[in-house]
């Protein structure tokens, strides 16, 4: 699928003269080295992402990592010193005053740490700002908003001022006013950053809720590991101005790039980020139909690496699981459906975190299924203690530093 | 010793404004019948009003904008100016006040505009203003006096440039202080240069301009009282008047004049500055 947005060889170079920061960059020399010789600082170097249309993409970094100057490239806040960013298959770097303005105000809206409402305007005509500047009518303009405060549950408050808001209701006017002009890309610079945890939380689910009614592209800029995982279908780890990986939170968490990236998860809840999918056996399990006899089951189990079975129906359905060792209670004639343990299997989307209470109260390993109730696999108690056992060492390795 | 240094900083000075004198004539003329104008319509227009009703007016004013018991104070204030008979002079002090104020804020929001937009602008207008603030007020009577003669405009035309400052200043520093992400939210959604200006910029930097405004209009009124010297009338020649015949009284009442126009004036522009709903 064609990316959304595409960054190709991004760099910003702060300072007097940016060239010849550029070129020393070319030469190999790092940031520091760079800053002492001839004073510019380098913000971004070598960025290439893709954005595919639709996801959240949260990009993740320390403070003075670059991220927030990477967004402000994006819809070129910030000039570029180098490379492209194209939206749509345009060349942001490259457009007039004016073909910038109509993209800022039709596709790309942006959310800020500090909210950045106008402390004279009231909560609805903060939400219409986009329009208005836009040169949308008055009564055109107010009517969306007032929409737009609907999706964030601020109806009531069309007419309240921003500073008899709450930190995070301010906020949900600044999501308002991003939603309002109805753009393709959502900016959000630290967006809820500034939020207590509590209310921090409630907006990360209520953008989740947003993008479940109308998926957005979300580029996310987040200091905050967790909300990335929580939040992000994907994640660009940032550091020194550098991406130095993208990823899934899985696939980060499996194969961290390099050591700081690892750090980084180190202290990472991972039975928030698998699911039962992640850690099943999908492979080795037989899978019996329900007329099948003891002794033909036995045959199957053996040739395998469990000692389990699973029967399903004629379209793949999930029935019951079946255990080598109870086998032997009947005759080899008989159908092994009747020694097999009926028990609820979870879907594939089950974090890891709700597992080991279900392996606990279950006889046998835990069914996987999807949507439609078709077999996936198994959780095995091995997998899952060693799953388990992962995260406890990435907590220890964390709590030793 | 032999021999002090004299730069000849004065005559330099005199020579500069000869030559304005002989080549600026018409453009000297043109403000002059300006200014005259702009005076002389609001001191006829309020003159023309009656006084009792322009006391009314002014009174209710007090009481919406600021509280009852201002509203009480400008009963009693203004009770005391018609009982001294000082009602035409105090009329034309505040004429004067409000042209030359009206001239300064047309010449001095878009110069702090202009400041705030420009860092090259912001260094060079600066020192300027500086020397217009420390400049003791009587100095800018002399050449006012030279260009435009004995009179009312000589009057707000020195009161013009020493009442100017603070509105630049603040007008400047009110647009530089608004915060960087309510700039990036009005770029972000699209907004060009004037747009900017118009719907984030001068409105944040508001009450740091209405504050600038309060201070050029008090700085008008203490000048105005001091143009009187070259012939501006007003309360000033009042006090002017008191002194050249040693009259305590007069001198006084005149001041007192002064005084009650200042806290008026004060407070009433001020209340314009603070948002207008309830607090609750």
């Given at each position: 699928?064609?990316?959304?947005?595409?960054?190709?060889?991004?760099?910003?170079?702060?300072?007097?003269?940016?060239?010849?920061?550029?070129?020393?960059?070319?030469?190999?020399?790092?940031?520091?080295?760079?800053?002492?010789?001839?004073?510019?600082?380098?913000?971004?170097?070598?960025?290439?992402?893709?954005?595919?249309?639709?996801?959240?993409?949260?990009?993740?970094?320390?403070?003075?990592?670059?991220?927030?100057?990477?967004?402000?490239?994006?819809?070129?806040?910030?000039?570029?010193?180098?490379?492209?960013?194209?939206?749509?298959?345009?060349?942001?770097?490259?457009?007039?005053?004016?073909?910038?303005?109509?993209?800022?105000?039709?596709?790309?809206?942006?959310?800020?740490?500090?909210?950045?409402?106008?402390?004279?305007?009231?909560?609805?005509?903060?939400?219409?700002?986009?329009?208005?500047?836009?040169?949308?009518?008055?009564?055109?303009?107010?009517?969306?908003?007032?929409?737009?405060?609907?999706?964030?549950?601020?109806?009531?408050?069309?007419?309240?001022?921003?500073?008899?808001?709450?930190?995070?209701?301010?906020?949900?006017?600044?999501?308002?006013?991003?939603?309002?002009?109805?753009?393709?890309?959502?900016?959000?610079?630290?967006?809820?950053?500034?939020?207590?945890?509590?209310?921090?939380?409630?907006?990360?689910?209520?953008?989740?809720?947003?993008?479940?009614?109308?998926?957005?592209?979300?580029?996310?800029?987040?200091?905050?590991?967790?909300?990335?995982?929580?939040?992000?279908?994907?994640?660009?780890?940032?550091?020194?101005?550098?991406?130095?990986?993208?990823?899934?939170?899985?696939?980060?968490?499996?194969?961290?790039?390099?050591?700081?990236?690892?750090?980084?998860?180190?202290?990472?809840?991972?039975?928030?980020?698998?699911?039962?999918?992640?850690?099943?056996?999908?492979?080795?399990?037989?899978?019996?139909?329900?007329?099948?006899?003891?002794?033909?089951?036995?045959?199957?189990?053996?040739?395998?690496?469990?000692?389990?079975?699973?029967?399903?129906?004629?379209?793949?359905?999930?029935?019951?699981?079946?255990?080598?060792?109870?086998?032997?209670?009947?005759?080899?004639?008989?159908?092994?459906?009747?020694?097999?343990?009926?028990?609820?299997?979870?879907?594939?989307?089950?974090?890891?975190?709700?597992?080991?209470?279900?392996?606990?109260?279950?006889?046998?390993?835990?069914?996987?299924?999807?949507?439609?109730?078709?077999?996936?696999?198994?959780?095995?108690?091995?997998?899952?203690?060693?799953?388990?056992?992962?995260?406890?060492?990435?907590?220890?390795?964390?709590?030793?530093? | 010793?032999?021999?002090?240094?004299?730069?000849?900083?004065?005559?330099?000075?005199?020579?500069?404004?000869?030559?304005?004198?002989?080549?600026?004539?018409?453009?000297?003329?043109?403000?002059?019948?300006?200014?005259?104008?702009?005076?002389?319509?609001?001191?006829?227009?309020?003159?023309?009003?009656?006084?009792?009703?322009?006391?009314?007016?002014?009174?209710?004013?007090?009481?919406?904008?600021?509280?009852?018991?201002?509203?009480?104070?400008?009963?009693?204030a203004?009770?005391?100016i018609?009982?001294?008979?000082l009602?035409?002079p105090t009329?034309?002090t505040l004429?004067?006040v409000?042209?030359?104020?009206?001239?300064?804020?047309?010449?001095?929001?878009?110069?702090?505009?202009?400041?705030?937009?420009?860092?090259?602008?912001?260094?060079?207008?600066?020192?300027?203003?500086?020397?217009?603030?420390?400049?003791?007020?009587?100095?800018?009577?002399?050449?006012?006096?030279?260009?435009?003669?004995?009179?009312?405009?000589?009057?707000?035309?020195?009161?013009?440039?020493?009442?100017?400052?603070?509105?630049?200043?603040?007008?400047?520093?009110?647009?530089?202080?608004?915060?960087?992400?309510?700039?990036?939210?009005?770029?972000?959604?699209?907004?060009?240069?004037?747009?900017?200006?118009?719907?984030?910029?001068?409105?944040?930097?508001?009450?740091?301009?209405?504050?600038?405004?309060?201070?050029?209009?008090m700085?008008?009124l203490s000048m105005v009282v001091i143009?009187s010297?070259?012939?501006?009338?007003g309360l000033g020649n009042t006090v002017?008047?008191g002194?050249?015949?040693?009259?305590?009284?007069?001198g006084f009442e005149g001041g007192l004049g002064v005084v009650i126009l200042a806290i008026l004036l004060?407070?009433?522009?001020?209340?314009?500055?603070?948002?207008?709903?309830?607090?609750?």
């Amino acid at each position: 699928m064609e990316p959304i947005i595409r960054v190709r060889e991004l760099y910003k170079i702060f300072g007097p003269n940016p060239q010849e920061g550029l070129r020393l960059i070319e030469d190999g020399l790092d940031k520091d080295t760079i800053f002492e010789r001839t004073g510019n600082t380098v913000g971004v170097k070598d960025c290439n992402l893709d954005i595919v249309e639709g996801e959240i993409f949260v990009v993740m970094g320390l403070s003075g990592s670059g991220k927030s100057t990477l967004v402000r490239l994006l819809n070129r806040l910030i000039e570029p010193t180098a490379g492209t960013v194209e939206v749509r298959g345009r060349d942001v770097t490259r457009m007039s005053q004016r073909e910038l303005i109509r993209l800022r105000s039709e596709d790309l809206a942006m959310v800020f740490q500090s909210f950045a409402l106008m402390p004279h305007k009231t909560v609805i005509d903060n939400a219409a700002l986009g329009l208005e500047i836009a040169g949308v009518g008055r009564a055109r303009r107010r009517e969306r908003a007032q929409q737009a405060l609907e999706q964030v549950g601020l109806k009531a408050y069309a007419r309240s001022y921003p500073d008899e808001l709450s930190g995070g209701m301010q906020q949900r006017v600044g999501l308002a006013r991003a939603l309002a002009t109805d753009p393709a890309i959502m900016l959000m610079d630290e967006a809820f950053s500034a939020l207590d945890p509590l209310i921090r939380t409630e907006m990360q689910d209520r953008l989740l809720e947003l993008q479940r009614e109308h998926r957005r592209t979300v580029v996310f800029i987040s200091h905050d590991l967790d909300e990335a995982i929580r939040i992000g279908d994907r994640i660009a780890i940032m550091q020194g101005g550098e991406v130095v990986q993208v990823g899934t939170p899985k696939e980060i968490i499996l194969a961290p790039a390099n050591e700081y990236v690892r750090s980084f998860f180190h202290g990472v809840d991972i039975t928030q980020v698998f699911q039962a999918c992640d850690i099943m056996d999908s492979e080795n399990i037989p899978v019996l139909a329900p007329d099948i006899t003891v002794g033909e089951a036995r045959g199957r189990i053996a040739r395998g690496t469990g000692s389990e079975a699973v029967v399903i129906d004629a379209a793949g359905r999930f029935l019951s699981v079946v255990q080598a060792k109870r086998l032997g209670e009947l005759t080899v004639d008989r159908p092994a459906s009747e020694v097999a343990v009926e028990v609820e299997p979870v879907t594939e989307e089950t974090p890891l975190a709700d597992l080991p209470g279900r392996a606990a109260r279950s006889p046998v390993s835990i069914p996987v299924v999807d949507a439609e109730g078709h077999f996936r696999g198994l959780v095995t108690l091995p997998r899952l203690v060693e799953a388990l056992d992962r995260n406890r060492a990435a907590a220890t390795a964390q709590g030793g530093q | 010793m032999e021999g002090r240094i004299n730069i000849p900083v004065g005559d330099w000075i005199e020579t500069a404004v000869d030559w304005i004198l002989d080549n600026l004539e018409p453009g000297l003329d043109g403000i002059a019948w300006f200014l005259g104008l702009l005076t002389n319509s609001f001191e006829g227009a309020l003159l023309a009003i009656p006084a009792w009703l322009l006391v009314l007016a002014l009174v209710a004013l007090s009481w919406w904008r600021v509280s009852w018991r201002f509203g009480l104070f400008a009963i009693v204030a203004l009770g005391l100016i018609l009982g001294m008979d000082l009602w035409e002079p105090t009329i034309k002090t505040l004429s004067l006040v409000l042209a030359a104020t009206a001239v300064a804020l047309a010449i001095g929001i878009p110069l702090g505009i202009a400041m705030a937009r420009s860092d090259w602008v912001e260094a060079s207008i600066r020192p300027v203003l500086d020397l217009m603030q420390t400049m003791p007020p009587f100095v800018y009577l002399i050449p006012a006096a030279i260009f435009f003669g004995l009179g009312t405009v000589p009057g707000a035309i020195a009161t013009v440039v020493f009442c100017m400052p603070p509105v630049v200043r603040l007008t400047n520093l009110g647009i530089r202080q608004v915060n960087r992400e309510q700039i990036e939210a009005g770029l972000a959604f699209g907004c060009n240069r004037r747009q900017l200006l118009t719907k984030i910029q001068l409105p944040l930097a508001m009450p740091s301009i209405m504050a600038g405004i309060n201070q050029t209009i008090m700085l008008a009124l203490s000048m105005v009282v001091i143009a009187s010297m070259i012939g501006a009338g007003g309360l000033g020649n009042t006090v002017l008047t008191g002194i050249q015949r040693l009259d305590v009284g007069l001198g006084f009442e005149g001041g007192l004049g002064v005084v009650i126009l200042a806290i008026l004036l004060d407070r009433i522009t001020q209340s314009v500055g603070q948002r207008r709903r309830a607090s609750a």
